[in-house]
């Protein structure tokens, strides 16, 4: 790495004001010295609507753990789009995502990734991982967010013989259903893996209300580790059940969606961006980030739904409203995820 | 129209304008090519051309972000092969393809790509690599202080005599509005020095000096502007006029013919946007304006002044795109953010609304409008009025005559010949 970066800085002497890796780039698509990249290795279709892209990040990436997630950055129509999906690959090993397309990046990324297109990354990250010491487990999985919870699957089996793994994903149809094959393979070869399909077509959703449901699918559900990931209506129902079990402890959510607030009052207000030197003006409902954005302010983003904090950014003055919880906040200096902000009146932005 | 002397001076005061003007009133005075338009008349010219901007705002799309990353590649592709013609040939025509293709390199990164991105053509590509808020250009002028005077000051007032100092860069005299000076009489030979250190020209012009003098900027402001200056031009020197020379000598190369060429390139490189740029507002049919007439510009009247106060180069694509789309000036001038690729299917849209409201459209091959703008730069050296009394006057050998002359010039009164 010495004589790397000795090497570089002697290079950047010829390439000067650009970077020797923007010179690199010519021939290494990967090269960069300002944006991790990776480049696509396979694409596998798992449903109709969704595919499996795996790819190989350049220099920068960490390994992940199973259960983590990055931010992956794709181009559609010249624009680059970022979003965040988990790894559904095992721990360690070169990345893969699951995508099914259910908005304009997913579609993209679902139905036009092809082999050697370049993804934009941020490294893995996240905390809805594996207990450190053995213990049974059960996963509540619904739609996509099966994903991440593949990933401690395929971690965790090969690896621990005296594995306990029960898992309950919901799907809307066998056809829709994800790693339906992959997961009878697993149930067959590892004695303590107990997959229960559920197919909400059919027999309707899990009723998170009354233990009813639960202790049929899963009798010892209290004493199991829980992992729960998919939208959030069922988030906030299994959380709900759980706490009302005196169980909070034993489950962990993984939070993909965020829901809004549909009804927004007031007018918003116009948006001063200090640094970027633009004003704009901007409604209630729409987050500053996407008004920045639309303004070509260069907006740190992220998850987009106020999880991953990547577009913190200070508030010099005026008023935002946090469009998950209707909370007003105007404290100067105070850092403001622009992704799930909105303007409540005027208000003046340090970017 | 006249410009006083007095109203250079007001000028001064620097009044604050809005981002977003107006679509509708008037301002204090059309331009005479103007003046024949009504208000509602300049409201519909500027609904038109804001239309001109959403329908390539809603095109804009993958082919674009693909031209700009070709257009860096072959600079930056050319960059590399021509210091490596430069440092290993031995012959003369080793020393031409590389010099050659820096010099191609540099006309394409300074101009069709630094020029452009530093406007924020391309931002809304969201690749941080490709950003007006993260470009650095190949040229001596750091990128920030240049986006500031050139983004800031000269797109907002162009060609307003006393704010835009675009108008003849402080050391020129450009127009017959500017009242001459005892300085205007070196203009050519000051134009001609400039063309081939153009770079360290607007380097300069860069630190705003005179705005430091005047005392609206800050010394602090200034030193730091220095500072980034000296960072930036130590760094430029080092790779063309030390570094790729000194690597020629590792293969047996002279370090003198290394520097030849990359002093060669840079100064071709000068030259050329010198001429170029010189084309966009100085050629004959460039109307200038004055602070007082734009007091009440609408969005219409501000597309006017741009389309007054900028001149077009005909050519071919090819040429277009070695000029940085800045042959397209006028086009340019009122889609300043708009990606340069797209300014060439823009031109005949706007020269149809020019046509529509009788307004004039400035163009015309580069020799004709270099040769206008010289003999502009060469004319206007010398007073409009008894031109030899009054230089004579005021470069007598007779300290007691010079000063009287240059107090009269001063006073706007006529020079005493006695």
Known sequence: MGLKSAALRAASVFTHPAHPHDFLAL?????????????????????????????????????????????????????????????SAPAGGDPEITVTACGRVSAHLAHETRVGDIFFLAPPQGDFLLPTGPRPLLMLTGGSGITPVMSMVRTLLPKRADADVVLIHSAHDRESSLFGDELAELAARHDGFHV????????????????????????????????????????????????????????????????????????????????????????????????????????????????????????????????????????EGDLIQTCISAAAGNCHLDI | MTLTTEATETTVATK??????????????????????????????????????????????????????????????????????LVFSKTKLGWAAGTGAIALSKVLENMEIGHNVLHGQWDW????????????????????????????????????????????????????????????????????????????????????????????????????????????????????????????????????RGLAGTVTANMIRNVWAHAVIFCGHFPDGVDVFTEEMIDGETRGDWYIRQMLGSANLSGSKLFHILTGNLSHQIEHHCFPDLPSNRYIEVAPKLRAVCRKYDLPYTTGPLPKQLFQTWKKICQLAL??????????????????????????????????TA
């Open chain 2, 16 to 85: 604050k304008r809005t981002g977003v003007l107006p679509t509708t009133g008037a301002p204090l005075e059309r331009p005479s090519a103007a003046a024949h338009l009504s208000d509602e008349q300049v409201q519909q010219l500027g609904a038109e051309l804001d239309a001109i901007r959403d329908e390539i705002i809603a095109k804009r799309g993958a082919s674009d972000a693909a031209y700009i990353r070709r257009t860096i590649k072959v600079a930056r592709g050319l960059d590399v092969g021509g210091r490596i013609a």
């Open chain 2, 125 to 256: 590509m969201r690749d941080p690599d490709i950003h007006s808020t993260t470009w650095e250009w190949d040229f001596v002028a750091p990128a920030r202080g240049w986006q500031h005077t050139h983004n800031d000051i000269h797109h907002t007032w162009t060609n307003v005599l006393g704010k835009d100092r675009d108008v003849g860069y402080n050391i020129l005299r450009v127009s017959e509005d500017q009242p001459w000076q005892p300085r205007d009489v070196w203009n050519p030979v000051v134009n001609a020095f400039l063309a081939p250190f153009f770079e360290w020209g607007i380097a300069s012009y860069d630190l705003e000096w005179d705005m430091v003098t005047a005392g609206l900027k800050s010394k602090e402001d200034f030193k730091s502007d220095l500072t980034a200056l000296k960072k930036k031009a130590i760094r430029q020197v080092a790779k063309d006029y030390v570094a790729t020379p000194a690597a020629g000598i590792l293969v047996g190369n002279s370090f003198k």
């Open chain 1, 196 to 331: 229960v399909h559920r197919y909400t077509a059919e027999d309707g959703r899990i009723d998170f209300s009354t233990v009813r449901d639960i202790d049929a699918l899963c009798p010892d559900w209290r004493s199991r580790k829980t992992y729960v990931c998919g939208p959030s209506a069922m988030l906030d129902d299994a959380e709900k059940l759980w706490v009302d079990a005196n169980l909070p402890g034993s489950l962990t959510v993984e939070r993909f969606e965020t829901a809004k607030l549909t009804q927004v009052s007031g007018n918003g207000g116009t948006v001063i961006f200090e640094k970027s030197d633009r004003e704009v003006e901007a409604d209630a409902s729409t987050p500053l980030l996407e008004v920045g954005e639309e303004a070509g302010v260069l907006m740190p983003s992220g998850c987009r739904m106020g999880i991953c904090r990547t577009c913190l950014t200070p508030l010099l003055s005026g008023q935002v409203r946090d469009l998950r919880t209707g909370e007003i906040n105007d404290t």
């Open chain 2, 383 to 416: 007073p409009d009025e008894n031109k030899w009394e009054t230089v004579k006057a005021v470069y007598s050998p007779n300290k007691a005559k010079r000063r009287r002359a240059k107090a009269a010039l001063k006073a706007g009164q006529p020079i005493p």
């Open chain 1, 27 to 87: 021939i290494n698509p990967l090269s960069s010295a300002r944006q991790l990249r990776g480049v696509v290795t396979a694409v596998r279709p798992e449903t109709p609507q969704s595919t499996t892209i795996a790819f190989r990040p350049g220099d920068g990436w960490s390994p992940h753990d199973a259960g983590q997630w990055a931010r992956i950055g794709v181009e559609i129509d010249g624009v680059r789009q970022w979003r965040s999906y988990s790894l």
